[in-house]
């Protein structure tokens, strides 16, 4: 068995990924199979995806996924914005904030943000960076 290569396309709202075989493979006869994935995260019963990419969660892991709001999801150990980790996200205090409901300090960024609280500090993330902390 060869290795496949992958490459991603979209159509009007679907998303499709064309799993391409490699040449001197048994499979080199077959045509590319193409697969319509769902956008944003999703799980199935082999594992969650952003976008039809794997997070490669443990099973323990997988169990405790929880999406949330504006491209960001968690886990009991890890913080994801759009199928990334962030690193050093707490998840146990994660909590994402639209414009709407914006503390008056952080109105400037003109964006959802994600926050947490660690120790005595609250740090700020805007499009899954980490872009200030506060002492509180």
């Not at 493979?25 to 039809?52: A, W």
């Not at 146990?92 to 300090?105: C, G, H, L, S, V």
Request: glycine share 8%; hydrophobic share 30%.
């Amino acid at each position: 068995m060869g290795n496949n290569n992958s490459s991603f396309g979209s159509a009007k709202t679907s998303v499709y990924k064309v799993e391409q075989k490699q040449e001197g493979t048994e499979q080199e006869q077959q045509p590319n199979e193409i697969i319509k994935i769902r956008p944003g995260y999703y799980k199935n019963s082999k594992g969650i995806y952003y976008d039809g990419v794997s997070l490669n969660l443990s099973k323990k892991e997988r169990s405790s996924f929880k999406k949330l709001k504006y491209g960001y999801a968690k886990t009991k150990k890890f913080v994801f914005y759009k199928g990334q980790k962030i690193e050093f996200a707490n998840p146990e205090t994660f909590i994402t904030i639209n414009r709407k409901n914006m503390p008056e300090e952080f109105e400037k960024f003109n964006s959802v943000i994600g926050m947490d609280f660690e120790n005595e500090f609250k740090r700020i993330y805007q499009f899954g960076i980490k872009i200030f902390e506060i002492k509180i």
